[in-house]
């Protein structure tokens, strides 16, 4: 007899075809993909309520709900060593659409290279040939070109690019010779020029928008919300339903065909281990019985850090203008009638993707600009005229993990990145500060530079600049590869089908498959994953792009920079493939030991 018999429950709900264990932004793909047939039953149990809330809504208010309790589980880090011991703050997405509902909406399909790079790395059938379809299928970008979609359930648009500041960082970018790109999101990554974000009329474009709400009209898909999983419940190794709590009550949902495991990274390797299946030790440990010994459940945990640099403005050109509760308050109701104005966008409207030295195939390096001295979580802000740009790099080798406190649900997994723990890592952040500021040493900011307020223009040698990254470096908030898809026998997930390796009637579809992060923000990389995956449960396939240009710069091998990213490797990708894999190399064992 398997472990199924084994459970007590208050209420049985039954079987659906499907059950979905999460409504952020992949599991709102999957139930929306397969709802779509008629006949599929589906059920979505998501931890988190509603999101209907203006500062969901409201692009400009996306620090608040990334701030507050309802919307967000409130995770913060182990103490990091390579920062001196710091806690980090960790906000994930708690309610429909996950953290596509406390984003800050940056639209960054990414470089088609990433892709390249997934197939490199074992996710076979990843790469952008093949990607490319999907991420037409899932976008609504009104004017777009031939490699964007135009009625897909996530609305993409820009920014009116009003303040001049925005187009003096591209043409500083320009003059320090790097290219720029009308559209980074299209043909051309690399280089510099305005950014997009998932928002449509006005308003967030998050999962639970564009996917959750139409599937949920069409009756066949179940949504319930406040539904806290606890476990999966298996029959020897296959997986038959899911044990969760809902106001007290313990409940299970059977699934007759597959459950498909959408919690996210950090959740997702936690119900795993809580169901028996991850490293035997660590199960052992938390008296939970061992059914799959997998010990990269829970590893492999990457992120984006970031740090700020920012500028004084001698014009007063900058948002500071509307930081006085007057004048937000203005804003607020110019967005509330019209949603249109500078509560309509994420103000993150022009943006670049640079290498931080030669030898490096494609952009490891991106900028957020924004005109104005602020935190990311909205908590600081410089008292004056300032910009500043967010800045950091994107394949950090540094690699962390998701381990379980207790096997109680109730209780939060312990997390550590163990960021800056590769040396790679510091020569990297280090150009990061050093690049920028030849960059807003440039002409096109004269007009507008004065003095720099961090890190400060007395800090110049490698000691003061490290001292400054430990103390002020900030997590972008992209965690992922905690469930790592891949074909060689220690990846988790099969990348063919997203099904576990060695279990039965279990999907893992969400950010945690992820090979590599991307070299971008990752909710659109998350999303076009959980779309191609959807057609990979189905069975089905979108035809791969024939028009798939995979473009780098032809000297990347000895040039920092080029305004020319003109060699397209998409005949070529043996060579493409060989060099990434020499640009990824790190040591086995480059994490710090114990605990």
């Not at 139409?214 to 997986?239: S, Y």
Request: neutral net charge; charged residues 25%; proline residues 5%.
């Amino acid at each position: 007899m398997g472990m199924a018999a084994s459970h007590n429950t208050d209420e049985d709900l039954g079987t659906y075809d499907y059950v979905v264990i999460g409504a952020g932004s992949a599991g709102c793909v999957m139930a929306a993909r397969l709802g779509e047939d008629a006949a599929a039953r589906i059920l979505v149990l998501e931890a988190g309520g509603s999101d209907r809330s203006i500062f969901v809504q409201m692009p400009t208010a996306f620090s608040i709900p990334m701030n507050t309790r309802r919307f967000n589980w409130g995770m913060s880090t182990e103490p990091e060593p390579g920062l001196g011991g710091r806690v980090m703050n960790l906000p994930r997405g708690k309610g429909l659409g996950g953290s596509s509902s406390i984003n800050g909406m940056c639209w960054v399909r990414g470089n088609p290279i990433d892709y390249e790079l997934w197939s490199a790395l074992g996710a076979e059938g990843w790469h952008w040939a093949n990607v490319l379809p999907y991420f037409k299928r899932l976008e609504n970008v009104p004017d777009g070109g031939d490699r964007r979609g135009r009625d897909g359930p996530i609305s993409v648009s820009r920014g009116c690019q009003s303040n001049p500041l925005y187009q003096a960082f591209v043409a500083a970018g320009q003059q320090a010779g790097y290219a720029v790109s009308d559209n980074m999101n299209d043909l051309q990554h690399e280089g510099f020029g305005p950014m997009e974000m998932s928002v449509g009329r006005g308003e967030r474009a998050s999962a639970a928008v564009g996917y959750l709400r139409p599937a949920m009209r069409r009756k066949n898909v179940r949504v319930i919300q406040n539904a806290q999983v606890d476990r999966l419940i298996l029959d020897g190794r296959r997986v038959t339903g899911v044990l969760f709590t809902r106001n007290g009550r313990t409940m299970r949902a059977q699934a007759g065909r597959d459950v498909i495991l959408s919690a996210g990274s950090i959740m997702s390797p936690t119900i795993l281990k809580r169901s028996g299946i991850g490293p035997a030790e660590e199960l052992k440990e938390n008296g939970i019985e061992v059914i799959a010994d997998r010990d990269q459940v829970g590893g492999n945990l990457m992120d984006h850090l970031e740090i700020y640099l920012q500028m004084e403005c001698r014009q007063p050109v900058t948002l500071f203008s509307h930081m006085s509760p007057l004048r937000k308050a203005l804003l607020g109701a110019r967005w509330m009638l019209m949603r249109d104005g500078l509560g309509a966008t994420n103000h993150f409207e022009s943006g670049g993707h640079i290498r931080s030295r030669a030898g490096i195939v494609y952009p490891d390096i991106q900028y957020h600009f924004l005109p104005l001295a602020v935190s990311y979580d909205g908590k600081s802000m410089v008292s004056g005229h300032g910009f500043q740009v967010h800045v950091g790099t994107k394949r950090s080798k540094s690699r962390g993990w998701v381990k379980l406190r207790s096997a109680d649900y109730r209780d939060l997994p312990r997390v550590r990145f163990n960021y800056m723990t590769h040396p790679d890592d510091w020569q990297e952040m280090r150009a990061c500060i050093r690049l920028t500021r030849e960059i807003f040493a440039q002409e096109a900011f004269a007009p507008y530079r004065g003095q720099e307020l961090a890190p400060g223009a007395d800090c110049q040698d490698d000691a003061c600049i490290d001292q400054f990254l430990k103390d002020k470096v900030e997590s972008a908030y992209h965690p992922c590869g905690t469930c790592r898809m891949g074909t060689d026998d220690a990846a988790v997930v099969d990348p063919l089908t997203m099904k576990l390796k060695g279990i039965e009637g279990l999907r893992v579809v969400d950010s945690s498959v992820l090979p590599q992060a991307t070299a971008g923000d990752l909710n659109a990389p998350t999303l076009v994953m959980a779309e191609r995956a959807a057609d990979l449960v189905r069975g089905l396939s979108l035809p791969s792009a024939e028009d798939a240009p995979l473009l780098a710069d032809p000297n990347w091998a000895t040039c920092q920079r080029s305004p020319h990213i003109t060699r397209d490797y998409a005949q070529d990708r043996d060579t493409l493939r060989a060099a990434l894999l020499e640009n990824t190399k790190t040591p086995k064992n480059n994490q710090p030991t114990g605990e």
